[in-house]
């Protein structure tokens, strides 16, 4: 298949992965930012293929690991009540909040419904005028665009009777939180490719400057990884701090300028709370003020649910590259994918589900 078997070519990964090891001279610690390439890095084993001096250390760049633990028990508060249709992606029904997750709350009555886009819950809202419907709109900047334009699509269509709880990070703001922390072990980052297919890398040049580290704006295949590790060692061995496009068959400095104005148009940045991390300034998206009738937080009374975290759950030192899955004295026993204890077990981008999924 084009533009993918040849990703996945294990003769050139295993030249790539040569050359990382002929030019490495010293130990590096470089996060790849987004969970779909911790997957990949896992199914492929190419942590495995590295020099020893590479580690590899996983970033928060998972939606559903990263939704605040209030927006999570707000959702659960919302899909239980009685005139209430709540929707979601089905990765957001076993993540667990306080005391209980979205599975739970459908099993005892609630209409929970599963979608695979924003628009499938406008036509759910249209289906059942009688009936509130509520969309958990969570995600980076590649699921803003649909979810902004899905309110939109609401407003032309003068539905009364849709809204959107918003749970919207953005990845610039946490490449500042990761590097500006004193723990901080990052000296390279792997950027999400998908992220800067829809928003460019624009905005990465200041933070290589700031914090002095190479970033490289890397896809998903195996090929595609390794050569994103390879320029991010190649950097760091030179001691040069750039931005490079390792995936520029995707992506443009620039990104797709019409989803930039959607969001724009929908969205005004937040400060926003990060699951296991806390408040990041400037990390967020929420509704603009003209599209607060579609707000799920103002339209359900919500406002004062209390939160209770896992005292033994590690995810947020995990998702800022500090600590690995199996550090966690829960991992594997009793915290698994089928008894998730933590967010970062229960989504498919997850890093600790990654690791058990794949026996590291
Ligand atoms: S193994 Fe479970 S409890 Fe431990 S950090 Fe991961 S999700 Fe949290």
Redesign the pocket.
Known sequence: MKHLSEYRDAHLVKGVIHEIHRIVTRPWVIMEICGGQTHAIMRHGLDQLLPEQIELVHGPGCPV?VTSLELIDKALEIAALPQVIFTSYGDMLRVPGSQSDLFSVRAAGGDVRVVYSPLDAIQIARQNPDKQVAFFAIGFETTAPANAMSVLQAQSLGLHNFSVLVSHVRVPPAMHAVLGSPANRVQGFLAAGHVCAVMGFWEYPPIADQYQVPIVVTGFEPLDIVQGLHLTVRQLEDRRHQVENAYARVVTRAGNLPAQKVIDRVFETCDQKWR?IGMIAGSGWRLRPAFREFDAEARFDVAKVQTQE?P????G??LQGL?K????????N???PEH???????SSE????A??RYGR
């Open positions: 690991c296991g896992s033994i759950c590690i995810a030192q995990i600590k899955p199996h550090d966690c004295p829960a991992f594997g009793p915290c698994r998730p204890l933590g967010a970062t077990m229960v997850g890093a600790c589900a690791y058990y």
